[in-house]
């Protein structure tokens, strides 16, 4: 039994993957610019003593991690469900 998606019964299947495609580039550039801004600020504010914006942008730095590691395991966790799905 050869179960697949069939990607191309949806009307501009290739528009849409494009637009997949962008939204997943815009969240991994900007995942990686608050991750640097964020350790910028963390270093900055520690140097000069202020923990509290320090720990604000320790956060930051964490959220940005976050973001980033879901953006690559949503699309690794969808190929291997697409994958386990032709074996079932």
């Given at each position: 039994?050869?179960?697949?998606?069939?990607?191309?019964?949806?009307?501009?299947?290739?528009?849409?993957?494009?637009?997949?495609?962008?939204?997943?580039?815009?969240?991994l550039?900007t995942?990686?610019?608050?991750?640097?801004?964020?350790?910028i600020?963390?270093?900055?504010?520690?140097?000069?003593?202020?923990?509290h914006?320090?720990?604000?942008?320790?956060?930051?730095?964490?959220?940005?991690?976050?973001?980033?590691?879901?953006a690559?395991?949503?699309?690794?966790?969808?190929?291997?469900?697409?994958?386990?799905?032709t074996r079932?």
């Amino acid at each position: 039994m050869d179960v697949f998606p069939d990607f191309g019964g949806v009307g501009a299947a290739a528009e849409l993957r494009s637009i997949v495609g962008a939204l997943l580039m815009f969240v991994l550039v900007t995942a990686v610019l608050m991750l640097i801004v964020c350790a910028i600020v963390w270093a900055v504010a520690s140097a000069h003593g202020n923990y509290h914006a320090a720990t604000r942008a320790r956060t930051g730095l964490w959220v940005a991690v976050g973001a980033a590691a879901l953006a690559g395991a949503g699309v690794a966790w969808l190929n291997f469900l697409l994958d386990v799905g032709t074996r079932l």
